[in-house]
């Protein structure tokens, strides 16, 4: 099979346990920082977080985002110092987009007449307007404009002697107004919806839902690594990887970790399949478990997925090596917010509604069920006060963020994780070794089918 996927990391390997059933360690490997330049990755520590320093870690890696211009946006800078800043108000306030498109309407108020004329009859089309609103300017109809003028000026004349009469309303200005709503939601959506932007904020949520649900104070700790995907995958995939080395080392400075976790899916791609090796040796050696997400194409079509002999080779063979027994790989992904809207989570700056009645589906923000099994565990662990619980006795993620959608006069849930899955493609998952997540129905909640590994029980240090 293409692509290297023997490995072995035993020189560095611990052969006593110290305090790993005192403290639960858990190690976050994620893309936090964007296009910030980083350090080499045998110069990054590991870097403890909680709900109170989350913020503070945020300011520190100064995360920073570089669009290129395009899927209706211009080329954009935007630079993150808090968890707010995430969020649509800020981005309002702070990105120069929005307030050009606010610039350019009061530019075009004071400019009525420098637009070609529009038939008589016909109202300015919203493109039109939209493309006034950024760089040309809305005006008067010419034909027919005499009837209009005498009509206005029949008006004014009716409401000049009365002081308590109302101005009549500009429409120029009406079309303006829901020129400018119209252009800053179009920009807002197409931001929030930029696949970069979306993998920056699906790191820092999932991180913030991870460490909003254990108590740090009860012996859980949560750590994190910043490391892009692309520098994992060439990592884990050189003759000598660092991060491997990094993680190992890292253990013998922090304490023993029992989690390590990847906010990444990951599938049957060759890529894919030395990197998942690679996690198994690194399991293997520091006797902590993987925890991450199994490759949303494969969730959307099990069985194909299955019936396709290149990716089941490659899936079979990375199933069977030593050390695929402590990776769990969570399916599918879970909604890390409500999207933002009056019924829902409003802006308090601006009327905004993220999604229309039909959206589509990563018009939602999702992330690895991977950090949800991380948080179960870790809230075992706290339960029990160390590793001895049945993982399988700990199954239900409750209170995970909750979207309606209006359909056929009636409010819908949006499954928790991602898809409402047929008793047939659940146990089509768990046959590949995914350990499947189940939305309910009547509630924002998921289940754990079964804790599982990708070769079959789940090792970890409640079982070794």
């Known amino acids: 099979?293409?692509?290297?996927?023997?490995?072995?990391?035993?020189?560095?390997?611990?052969?006593?346990?110290?305090?790993?059933?005192?403290?639960?360690?858990?190690?976050?490997?994620?893309?936090?920082?964007?296009?910030?330049?980083?350090?080499?990755?045998?110069?990054?520590?590991?870097?403890?977080?909680?709900?109170?320093?989350?913020?503070?870690l945020m300011a520190r890696l100064a995360p920073r985002l570089e669009l290129a211009a395009g899927s209706g946006l211009p080329a954009l800078t935007i630079d993150f110092a808090s968890l707010d800043d995430l969020h649509p108000d800020q981005l309002l306030a702070r990105v120069p987009l929005f307030a050009d498109i606010d610039a350019s309407a009061r530019r075009l108020a004071v400019q009525p007449q420098a637009a070609p004329p529009v038939p008589a009859g016909q109202p300015a089309s919203p493109a039109e307007d939209f493309a006034a609103l950024l760089g040309g300017s809305v005006g008067r109809s010419a034909a027919g404009s005499d009837m209009q003028q005498k009509a206005e000026d029949f008006v004014r004349r009716l409401l000049a002697g009365t002081s308590s009469a109302t101005p009549v309303p500009d429409p120029r200005q009406t079309v303006?107004?829901?020129?400018?709503?119209?252009?800053?939601?179009?920009?807002?959506?197409?931001?929030?919806?930029?696949?970069?932007?979306?993998r920056l904020e699906s790191a820092w949520r999932s991180l913030a839902m991870l460490v909003a649900g254990v108590d740090n104070d009860a012996g859980v700790e949560v750590w994190v690594l910043d490391i892009g995907r692309c520098e994992l995958c060439a990592d884990l995939a050189a003759d000598l990887p660092i991060l491997a080395n990094l993680i190992l080392q890292s253990?013998?400075?922090?304490?023993?970790?029992?989690?390590?976790?990847?906010?990444?899916?990951?599938?049957?791609?060759?890529?894919?399949?030395?990197?998942?090796?690679?996690?198994?040796?690194?399991?293997?050696?520091?006797?902590?478990?993987?925890?991450?997400?199994?490759?949303?194409?494969?969730?959307?079509?099990?069985?194909?997925?299955?019936?396709?002999?290149?990716?089941?080779?490659?899936?079979?063979?990375?199933?069977?090596?030593?050390?695929?027994?402590?990776?769990?790989?969570?399916?599918p992904r879970l909604l890390l917010r409500r999207p933002y809207g009056a019924r829902s989570d409003p802006l308090s700056?601006?009327?905004?509604?993220?999604?229309?009645?039909?959206?589509?589906?990563?018009?939602?923000?999702?992330?690895?069920?991977?950090?949800?099994?991380?948080?179960?565990?870790?809230?075992?662990?706290?339960?029990?006060?160390?590793?001895?619980?049945?993982?399988?006795?700990?199954?239900?993620?409750?209170?995970?963020?909750?979207?309606?959608?209006?359909?056929?006069?009636?409010?819908?849930?949006?499954?928790?994780?991602?898809?409402?899955?047929?008793?047939?493609?659940a146990q089509t998952l768990d046959g590949l070794g995914a350990t499947v997540l189940l939305s309910r129905r009547d509630r924002n909640q998921a289940s754990v089918l079964r804790f599982r590994s990708l070769a079959g029980a789940l090792r970890g240090r409640w079982n070794d």
């Open 176 to 198: 303006l107004d829901a020129a400018c709503a119209l252009a800053r939601t179009q920009a807002l959506r197409a931001l929030l919806h930029h696949p970069d932007f979306q």
């Open 349 to 425: 700056s601006a009327a905004f509604e993220e999604v229309d009645a039909c959206p589509a589906h990563e018009d939602f923000l999702w992330g690895s069920g991977g950090v949800g099994l991380a948080l179960l565990l870790g809230q075992a662990w706290e339960q029990n006060e160390g590793w001895e619980f049945d993982p399988d006795q700990w199954r239900e993620l409750d209170d995970l963020p909750m979207a309606l959608l209006a359909r056929n006069g009636e409010r819908e849930l949006v499954p928790c994780a991602e898809r409402w899955l047929s008793d047939v493609a």
């Open 1 to 56: 099979m293409p692509g290297r996927v023997e490995f072995s990391f035993g020189p560095q390997r611990r052969s006593a346990r110290t305090d790993g059933s005192t403290v639960c360690r858990i190690l976050i490997l994620a893309d936090l920082v964007g296009e910030t330049l980083r350090p080499p990755i045998a110069e990054r520590q590991p870097m403890r977080v909680s709900a109170a320093t989350l913020d503070a």
């Open 251 to 331: 253990a013998e400075q922090t304490g023993e970790w029992g989690l390590l976790v990847s906010t990444e899916t990951f599938g049957a791609s060759a890529e894919d399949v030395t990197v998942l090796a690679a996690f198994g040796a690194i399991a293997g050696d520091c006797g902590a478990t993987v925890l991450a997400g199994m490759d949303p194409a494969i969730t959307i079509d099990p069985a194909g997925f299955a019936a396709d002999a290149i990716s089941a080779a490659r899936w079979s063979a990375v199933r069977a090596l030593v050390g695929s027994n402590r990776i769990a790989l969570a399916a």
